[in-house]
């Protein structure tokens, strides 16, 4: 199919599931994410998901049925709550338990899009999002709010993008293992500058943030360690899913901008995997602004392409997106991330 450009496409947790058909475990989803995480053994991780676990229960009495967004909601606002309004008993360490939670984040993310069997993490490489980014050219957007590096991973020989400029911010470390390793891969020159933007609204596991907000590429995102049965923290560049995303911060502040930009600009926009929670309210607004500016400018989607196994999720893309798609816009809808990639080709 040929879609009109420029072209944006966003992904959610549910493009990432969508990646790997048939993993065990798979990738998580908000509503199931301690379900995921209690199923995910060595280097100190069943360790940490029974103790998060444990701390999940002792607030609402189940684990089941908890979403990782309810739970990190409570327990970060609970932990401001004490910064200023402190009890005179013994409080519980909520900084701790949310420490612990965003570690275990970053490990079920890393042990669920990767190989760690035997020796060093070897990334596993998408299908779905090979075939997906093949139909990507120079002008065009990724926009994600998944911490995996899935995409990153996924993309072709040729692709038009590299992690030397291709994050929307500067970001150092290109000649570290990683990034390095990624480039020799696909014998790509580390001087070659991208063509296409891969906007990440949330951070990655391959980031690490200076202070100034600058990211730095991590030479090894996927280690996970374990001592004597202990899990070992490691650090990563992700707003974890709470109530207060710092967006208004660098890199994040300069990334939504130009997340904004570009969908405005945009003709064809592709939604794959993504719920649009409730809870979610700086991406709703996101959309909602970039609706009502394309409509106020005339300068409609052509295209809407909406790819999710719920057609409630789908329903509720497209109503927010109606009046960017005015009079003759199109909308397309898919049952799945493979289903948009097989009617791509």
Request: charged content about 30%; some cysteine; proline content about 6%.
């Amino acid at each position: 199919m040929k879609v009109s450009r420029p072209l944006v496409i966003l992904f959610g947790a549910g493009a990432t599931r969508g990646g790997f058909p048939g993993g065990t475990p798979p990738p998580p989803l908000d509503a199931d994410f301690f379900d995921i995480a209690g199923q995910i053994p060595g280097r100190g991780t069943r360790r940490l998901a029974r103790k998060v676990a444990k701390d999940v229960f002792e607030l609402y009495g189940r684990v089941s049925g908890i979403t990782l967004e309810q739970y990190y909601r409570d327990i970060e606002t609970r932990w401001e709550l004490g910064t200023f309004a402190k009890s005179t008993n013994r409080p519980k360490d909520w900084k701790a338990r949310k420490e612990e939670l965003e570690e275990l984040v970053r490990r079920i993310i890393v042990q669920t899009t990767t190989d760690l069997d035997d020796g060093p993490a070897k990334a596993r490489t998408s299908s779905v999002h090979q075939r997906l980014l093949k139909t990507v050219k120079a002008g065009d957007t990724l926009i994600t709010f998944n911490y995996d590096t899935v995409i990153e991973e996924a993309m072709p020989a040729d692709t038009p993008w590299t992690p030397r400029d291709g994050y929307g911010v500067e970001a150092s470390g290109i000649t570290h293992d990683w990034a390095k390793a990624w480039l020799k891969k696909r014998k790509i020159a580390s001087t070659k500058l991208s063509t296409v933007q891969l906007l990440k609204l949330h951070g990655s596991i391959n980031w690490v943030l200076y202070p100034t907000g600058k990211v730095r590429l991590k030479p090894r995102p996927y280690v996970v360690r374990g001592r004597k049965g202990r899990p070992t923290f490691d650090r990563a560049a992700i707003l974890p899913p709470g109530w207060h995303k710092r967006v208004d911060r660098n890199p994040y502040r300069a990334l939504w901008r130009e997340a904004r930009l570009r969908m405005e600009k945009c003709s064809t926009l592709t939604v794959i995997g993504y719920s649009l929670p409730d809870t979610d309210l700086i991406a709703r607004a996101l959309f909602a602004e970039v609706s009502r500016m394309k409509a106020s400018r005339e300068q409609y989607l052509r295209e809407l392409h909406v790819a999710d196994i719920n057609d409630a999720s789908k329903n509720r893309i497209v109503d927010l997106f109606a009046p960017a798609l005015g009079a003759k816009g199109i909308v397309f809808r898919y049952a799945s991330a493979e289903h948009l990639a097989h009617a791509w080709a």
